[in-house]
């Protein structure tokens, strides 16, 4: 089938949406659940600060070129790619760039939405007070039973597939702008609730200081780039996400302010929760390093305490769970993108078809908790789930973001590039093209080289 150029009939309502719902698809799980118990595994403040200056250098400039990219080609990431290569007579073989990106959405929806389900069921579990007074080690019974429960794992998950499912077939606008309006500002409100609680139980110093207290003692290379990794994690770059969103910007939507502003409200929203859970940790004498399980095992403990937690903690897990929604909506929209422009299905029926695919495939994370616990990747010693998050987080989206970068940095002509982000100034221009086409790329490159040596020689 020959590629056509194809034009989107629907666009963002206005640029304050945009911003919600491009938010709405780096904020989430990774804020929420992974960055708190990864930065708790990763020995807190150095880990943090590492994370930060991956954003700024790197998850900054590649999240303006996935958002340029979209609203320069005006298609799916594989066609959009494919539209301006053929414009400004490149090789049309950088469109595997958004093959990958659609591979990587797809494999990380596949497990992504398996902890979502964990939320969903947690939502029941807090409104019906189950948690009210519960201690520690209840919480972490009770967290431990769900797992080891194939088939409520199983329910929970299929739940939120079927719910991203039927937003996925009313469209982006449709369905994407009625999760966004609210969602978001809800969930910062509930984390500033939950930061009040973590001071009243008085272990919000000691967050403090291990979030923001740097000991690079505890800093190893694989730290660095899981760092590195959940940068493009957390920010949706590297699976064509941001760059299909950015197919539906309005023209008149600056790039670099709306970069910024995404940007800051992920990196707030991450510390937010991180020191909102860590309040807790420290606290109730909790574990930091506790694993996927953190936020599972210390917010409950957190609201079973507080007057009128059962409602508030429902609250919040609801909260967590839009988020979730929100992002997962984004994930698989480059692939429901890409069939749509070349077949004849509605947008529903390819939204059923790739959703049930993708439920097949999470169906082994679902087992690596309970039943396929035991059986290991031979080389790696990883699950099937861990298979999955690292391949997608060590690998696919970095390496996705440094060829993003050098399409940026070395493929557009530069002339459209500096329009697009309305540099002006010579100096601007000039520093632009030295970080994304340079910086960025080889920082990333450097990383990833250190971190393949190492886990090989760990497993020789």
């Given at each position: 089938?020959?590629?056509?150029?194809?034009?989107?009939?629907?666009?963002?309502?206005?640029?304050?949406?945009?911003?919600?719902?491009?938010?709405?698809?780096?904020?989430?799980?990774?804020?929420?659940?992974?960055?708190p118990y990864i930065a708790g595994e990763n020995g807190g403040g150095a880990f943090v600060l590492v994370y930060l200056i991956c954003i700024a250098v790197i998850g900054i400039p590649v999240?303006?070129?996935?958002?340029?990219?979209g609203k320069l080609g005006r298609a799916s990431p594989i066609q959009a790619l494919l539209n301006l290569t053929r414009k400004h007579n490149r090789s049309t073989n950088w469109s595997i760039v958004g093959y990958m990106g659609v591979v990587t959405g797809f494999l990380i929806l596949s497990f992504y939405a398996?902890?979502?389900?964990?939320?969903?069921?947690?939502?029941?579990?807090?409104?019906?007070?189950?948690?009210?007074?519960?201690?520690?080690?209840?919480?972490?019974?009770a967290f431990g039973a769900f797992l080891a429960d194939p088939m409520?794992?199983?329910?929970?998950?299929?739940?939120?597939?079927?719910?991203?499912?039927?937003?996925?077939?009313?469209?982006?606008?449709?369905?994407?702008?009625?999760?966004?309006?609210?969602?978001?500002?809800?969930?910062?409100?509930?984390?500033?609730?939950?930061?009040?609680?973590?001071?009243?139980?008085?272990?919000?110093?000691?967050?403090?200081?291990?979030l923001f207290t740097p000991d690079f003692s505890s800093l190893s290379p694989q730290a660095i780039l899981i760092a590195l990794g959940h940068a493009f994690f957390t920010l949706s770059l590297g699976m064509g996400a941001i760059m299909a969103y950015g197919a539906y910007v309005p023209q008149d939507v600056s790039v670099g302010t709306t970069t910024f502003t995404i940007a800051i409200l992920d990196t707030v929203l991450a510390l937010l929760a991180g020191l909102a859970i860590f309040a807790i940790v420290f606290a109730y004498g909790l574990v930091p390093g506790a694993g996927p399980?953190?936020?599972?095992?210390?917010?409950?403990?957190?609201?079973?305490?507080?007057?009128?937690?059962?409602?508030f903690g429902g609250l919040f897990f609801l909260l967590v769970a839009?988020?979730?929604?929100?992002?997962?909506?984004?994930?698989?929209?480059?692939?429901?993108?890409y069939v749509s422009e070349r077949s004849r299905l509605t947008r529903a029926q390819i939204a059923v078809i790739i959703g049930v695919v993708c439920w097949v495939l999470g169906v082994g994370s679902v087992l690596s908790f309970n039943v396929w616990s035991d059986v290991k990747l031979a080389f790696f010693e990883?699950?099937?789930?861990?298979?999955?998050?690292?391949?997608?987080?060590?690998?696919?989206?970095?390496?996705?973001?440094?060829?993003?970068?050098?399409?940026?940095?070395?493929?557009?002509?530069?002339?459209?590039?500096?329009?697009?982000?309305?540099?002006?100034?010579e100096k601007a221009q000039q520093s632009w093209s030295y970080i994304?086409?340079?910086?960025t790329p080889i920082a990333v490159f450097a990383v990833f080289i250190i971190e393949a040596i190492r886990e090989i020689q760990a497993h020789l």
């Open positions: 089938m020959s590629e056509q150029v194809t034009e989107r009939s629907d666009m963002w309502s206005n640029s304050y949406i945009f911003v919600l719902a491009a938010a709405g698809s780096a904020v989430g799980l990774g804020n929420i659940w992974k960055f999240m303006a070129s996935e958002i340029m990219l398996v902890i979502a389900g964990w939320v969903c069921y947690y939502i029941v579990r807090l409104f019906s007070g189950e948690f009210t007074g519960a201690d520690a080690n209840a919480v972490g019974e409520q794992v199983l329910l929970w998950f299929s739940i939120f597939m079927v719910i991203t499912i039927f937003f996925v077939a009313r469209g982006v606008t449709r369905g994407l702008e009625l999760c966004v309006r609210y969602s978001m500002p809800a969930v910062f409100v509930l984390l500033l609730i939950l930061i009040g609680y973590g001071i009243h139980a008085g272990g919000f110093i000691e967050s403090m200081a291990f399980g953190l936020l599972f095992e210390t917010v409950p403990i957190a609201f079973g305490n507080l007057p009128g937690g059962a409602l839009l988020a979730a929604l929100t992002s997962a909506i984004s994930i698989s929209e480059p692939v429901i993108a990883w699950t099937f789930f861990d298979s999955l998050d690292k391949l997608t987080q060590l690998v696919l989206l970095p390496l996705g973001g440094m060829l993003i970068a050098l399409i940026v940095g070395h493929v557009l002509p530069k002339a459209v590039v500096y329009e697009e982000l309305g540099l002006i100034r994304v086409g340079y910086v």
